[in-house]
């Protein structure tokens, strides 16, 4: 059996005021295979709203839960609070999870199996692969979610479904291995390239839930952060060769 007690959640915050108890009320529910233990690391990046002062008050409300609240002073962008709460995690594995709930944490298990079983370092939930539930939302979104992934394939010779999703999952001496640099969206092509390169790494890829959310429902990544992707697929897939 792999070793694997404690599976740190890292979570980025920004103006989740409204809705931040809903995912940790997901997490305090939640119970993970094997007994696995949970970590959970929120990483508030400088929100202009009371997002932080809600999280303090609900780790005061359930303590058990063992909230870990980090704090920007200035606000830098999604990928910089993850690279906060990578940096800070002590799970032997780390996962991504957004702030709202358009990913489902009940699902983690799905991805913690292929762990389980010692076949895999990495594992990626596909939104577009098997039958779970998946909104129905943009069209020219899931254009350039399939242009993205074919690009960063084209250059990682990996055969990913789904490049841009949050939920990675990461043996964590090699998340934290990863000299990260992007502080926005672009976390996801530069994460997926580094991690491509890792000598004798195994990634493994499993279908999960989408329930996306419109942009009156909070949605924050837009067209320039497209063109920011490609920008690091070619960066860090293709000229860091």
């Not at 780790?59 to 906060?84: F, S």
């Not at 690091?232 to 897939?237: P, Q």
Request: contains cysteine; charged residues 25%; hydrophobic residues 40%.
């Amino acid at each position: 059996m792999v070793p694997f007690r404690t599976l740190s959640i890292i979570i980025p915050v920004y103006n989740e005021a409204r809705t931040i108890h809903q995912i940790l009320d997901v997490l305090r529910e939640l119970e993970l295979i094997n007994t696995i233990g949970k970590e959970i690391i929120l990483v508030d990046d400088c929100s202009s709203d009371n997002s932080a002062a809600v999280i303090e008050a609900y780790a005061a409300r359930y303590p058990a839960l063992g909230l870990r609240l980090l704090r920007h002073r200035v606000n830098q962008g999604k990928g910089a609070a993850l690279h906060t709460g990578i940096r800070e995690a002590t799970g032997e594995y780390v996962i991504i999870q957004d702030a709202d709930l358009e990913y489902d944490p009940q699902e983690y298990n799905l991805l913690i199996r292929p762990i389980l079983r010692g076949m895999a370092d990495v594992v990626f939930g596909s939104r577009f692969m098997g039958g779970r539930p998946h909104r129905i939302l943009f069209f020219w979104h899931s254009i350039g979610n399939g242009l993205l992934t074919f690009l960063s394939n084209m250059v990682t010779d990996l055969n990913l479904t789904d490049m841009e999703t949050c939920y990675k999952l990461f043996r964590r001496d090699l998340i934290q291995g990863l000299p990260l640099e992007e502080k926005r969206f672009g976390f996801e092509p530069e994460v997926t390239a580094k991690i491509a390169r890792v000598p004798n790494v195994r990634i493994y890829e499993v279908g999960i839930s989408y329930y996306g959310r419109t942009y009156a429902e909070g949605k924050k990544i837009g067209w320039r952060d497209g063109f920011r992707a490609i920008y690091c697929i070619l960066k860090y897939g293709l000229l860091a060769r």
